[in-house]
């Protein structure tokens, strides 16, 4: 709670400034959530959802859209994790912004972080 505001600019955008830690940061504060609202942490579950919304936006700021072979790609800049490599953090910002219309997705492969944990997500989320 001390930190987050901190790490967070107000727009949503970390301060680190790495298009890729925007998105592995974005999973890290989503996890948490589902965490607080599972164990019923009512106030840390207030506290992190503005948050979590905000860094959701400027993920989705970051995608790159081809389409010509309708694929989607993240542009790296700053420092890059070897932690997770982008293809499975593409979509996250969708499961985020807009869970129950990303469940009724008919084609999820499960080759991504989001179509993977995505059955019955939006009840740990709204």
Known sequence: IFMLPHLVKSDGFLREGSSHYQFIFTRWILEILWLSKINKEVELYNFIFPYLKKLAHKCEFFIVSNNQNNSLSIPLFG???PDLPTKWLLRIHQLI???KRFNLE?????SDYASLINLNFYKYYE
Do not use: E
């Open 79 to 81: 420092d890059v994790s």
């Open 106 to 110: 008919k084609n999820l492969d499960k």
């Open 97 to 99: 912004l807009n869970p």
